[in-house]
Every structure is written in structure tokens, then in C-alpha cells.
């Protein structure tokens, strides 16, 4: 409970943890912010870790000139682009035993079929839509790789949703993060991101619930 009460504070009150870490380490800052966004998109077992929330926080900062924008770009997009390609290659190489097995302690099942529902009806266009839906963009790569998706096709898709996620977010916190209104209630503009980005998830999720109960 320790541990998601703080995940939560992290996330709400990212601007002043941002801050904080930018304050304390300085150039290294670059450094955990990759990580940060290569273990959200990398690992299938952290779908929890703050995305669009962060890219948003690291634009408003990089406006500040506590970061620079160029650099930070570059780095969130590159860590996208390796966690997803590494995602992917994970789900070639243990995700079929996995999407199979009912239960499972690191792995939601029910996860992995929502991902699955979604490649079924955008295909390839899910890596790069997925980008904009937590837990879906950490999965989806997954899935790709479970479904052998070609890693020529699966790249294309991969850093094109890594330049749009990453440059869309990065850059409205770069333009708005600082207006005053936003600026005074970041934490509400947080939650806000965090509620729109998970709106669609739970549209689809009662659809699909409903669709269940019809049949």
C-alpha cells in the first residue's frame, strides 16, 4: 500500500517531484527520465509508471529552462522507441506460453486480451494509436511480438508513435505548462490528462462488457 500511495503522490504532484530530481541530480535528470519511459513502455510488468502525465511535467520544465527541450525530445523518444523494441522481442520469445496461460502472477491475462481485441480492429495502427492509451501502450508491443508481427513493419509503427507521443505531449507542456492558470493547478491538469487518456480504455471496456451480456 507504501508503494502505490507513493506512486500516486509521484503522479499527482509530479511538478514538484520533477523539481525536486531536477534540483538534487541535475544532467542525470536525462538519465531517469529515460528510464522512467523505457521501463513504461518496456516492461509489460509496469504499465503503472506515469507517461503522458511525465512528457507533459518535462515540457512545462523544459519551458523554464531547468531542461532543454531538444535534448529532452530526443531522449523520451529514443527510450519509447527501445522499450517498445525490446517489448516486442519478450513477447516473440515467452508471450505465447503467456496470452495462454489463464492466470498468471506478473502477467494480466485480461490485459492481454483487451490488447489483443484492439489489434483486431486498427492492426499495425494499434502501436502507434496504443501510444495515447495507458496499459494498451505498454502491451501492445507485446502483443506484436506474440502475434509475429514483422519487426520491419512493427519498427515503422514504433517510431512514429514514439516522435507523435512524445513530441505532442513534450510540447504542450512546452506552450501550456506554464501558463499561470495551468502553472497554479498542475495537479488538477495532471489528473485531467490522466482522465482523458483513460476514457477511451474504459469506453471500450463497457462495450465490450456489453456486447458480452447480449450474447
Given amino acids: 500500500m507504501d508503494f502505490i500511495s507513493q506512486m500516486v503522490d509521484f503522479v499527482v504532484h509530479i511538478d514538484h517531484h520533477l523539481d525536486q530530481i531536477i534540483r538534487t541530480y541535475g544532467g542525470w535528470t536525462y538519465l531517469l527520465l ?3 519511459v523505457f521501463c513504461e ?3 509489460v510488468v509496469t504499465p503503472f509508471l506515469p507517461g503522458d502525465s511525465l512528457l507533459f511535467a518535462v515540457g512545462a520544465f523544459a519551458a523554464r529552462g531547468s531542461l532543454d527541450l531538444t535534448t529532452s525530445l530526443l531522449v523520451l523518444a529514443i527510450a519509447g522507441i527501445l522499450g517498445d523494441s525490446v517489448n516486442y522481442w519478450i513477447g ?3 508471450g505465447p506460453a503467456v496470452f495462454h496461460r489463464k492466470e498468471s ?3 494480466n491475462p485480461a490485459h492481454l486480451e ?3 481485441r484492439f489489434y483486431e480492429k486498427y492492426g499495425g495502427k494499434t502501436i502507434v494509436l496504443a501510444r495515447f492509451l495507458p496499459i494498451l501502450r505498454t502491451f501492445a508491443p507485446f502483443v506484436a511480438g506474440i502475434g509475429r508481427m514483422s519487426y520491419a513493419k512493427f519498427l515503422a509503427y514504433n517510431v512514429i508513435g514514439a516522435a507523435v ?3 505532442l505531449f513534450v510540447l504542450a507542456g512546452y506552450f501550456f505548462g506554464n501558463i499561470p492558470i495551468v502553472r497554479d493547478n498542475f ?3 495532471i489528473l485531467a490528462i490522466i482522465v482523458l487518456s483513460v476514457v477511451p480504455v474504459v469506453s471500450e471496456l463497457i462495450r465490450h462488457r456489453g456486447r ?3 450474447a
Fill in 212 to 214: 458480452s451480456t447480449a
Fill in 187 to 189: 495537479s488538477l491538469v
Fill in 114 to 116: 483487451r490488447t489483443h
Fill in 105 to 107: 502472477r506478473l502477467f
Fill in 34 to 36: 529515460f528510464g522512467i
Fill in 41 to 43: 513502455t518496456g516492461l
Fill in 165 to 167: 507521443w512524445v513530441g
Fill in 92 to 94: 516473440a520469445r515467452v
